[in-house]
């Protein structure tokens, strides 16, 4: 499917965005203004939701316009992998979240996934940095980077959170239902992949 709008929406509303941050001029203010409204309008077209949700949801965006970052972790134990179940779709994923600000993202994968799986960690290595729109996960309003680490299991127990109502550690050959907006198949087996060639350096893009 060809999602080339949404690229074109994400670009318009990165410009106008950013303009609205360094710009003084009252005239470039409306232009940008205008740029962001109709951004929203083409999004709404083309996903049936109301234009007034979409400029709420970009208007609330402000600064220079930056890809966001989702950062998660990647547990082994016993040649299996650590997923969790989000409750707000029922499907399974790779414990994490978005980065917040002031905190490192190797330290956000340890957090994210104490919050929401009960586990103890460690980050031990960066297996991948991928850019979200290069594999194949569904469209999303905002450009993604997501950074995917190797923790090592230190303790803990599977604990319910807020998000998630579902913990348990997979097999490769033996996964549930994915979340594919939050991970993919191929993902999480070549994330196997990292931990059998442990020497592999991190991929990228």
Known sequence: MNFQWLTWVRQIQ??????????KDVYDIERYHALSTL?????????DTPVTLIRDLFTAEVGHATPKVDVRAAVFCAEKILLVRERADGLWTLPGGWADVGESPSIAAVRETAEESGYQ???VKLLALYDRDKHGHPPHPFHIYKLIFQCELLGGAPTQSE?????DFFG???????SISRVTAAQIARLFAHYRNPHWPTDFD
């Open 163 to 167: 998000e998630t109502d579902g913990i």
């Open 14 to 23: 990165a410009i106008a965005q950013t303009g609205l941050t360094y710009t």
């Open 121 to 123: 960690t460690r980050t």
């Open 172 to 178: 490769e050959d033996h996964l549930p239902p994915l």
């Open 39 to 47: 951004a929203a309008e083409i999004a709404a077209q083309h996903t």
